[in-house]
């Protein structure tokens, strides 16, 4: 597996209108847009910072991932996302070293991405999202 740069660092936000303000009003940086993703059940907007992002992540369902993980722990870091040259690969060598992942194949994900996380109890509490562009 070959790991590039941190990708996005995704924060779980009630409001991205709300929140986006933060980095552009306060920080003077520029939103992508906003992106619904479906089945994640979540609306996404990305803020790029040099080669990196900020992904912020709104619920679209209260049964949602997003809004239990802000109804267990508020509103901020979700998860930080690795970009790697080949997602397929890196799951079935993270696989053979007996790493718990949440997900053994790639799934869609924002902006196009392939993504796929390690289970947090394999990385010390840490939510790592894999992703593949």
């Known amino acids: 597996m070959r790991t590039l740069k941190i990708d996005h660092i995704g924060i779980a936000v009630k409001s991205i209108e709300e929140a986006s303000k933060i980095y552009t009003e306060l920080l003077g940086l520029k939103m992508r847009g906003v ?5 994640q059940k979540v609306k996404v907007a990305f803020i790029p910072v040099g080669e990196s992002e900020v992904e912020l ?4 369902d209260p049964e949602g991932p997003i809004a239990k993980f802000i109804e267990k722990y508020g509103e901020g870091i979700q998860h930080i996302a690795f970009q790697v040259d080949d997602i397929e690969k890196a799951l079935e060598e993270l696989k053979q070293k007996g790493v718990r992942l949440i997900d053994e194949k790639p799934r869609y994900g924002a902006g196009g991405a392939k993504i796929a996380f ?4 394999a990385t010390k509490g840490v939510l790592i999202e894999l992703c593949e562009r």
């Open 35 to 39: 992106e619904e993703v479906a089945d």
């Open 57 to 60: 992540l709104e619920s679209t």
């Open 118 to 121: 390690i289970h947090p109890k």
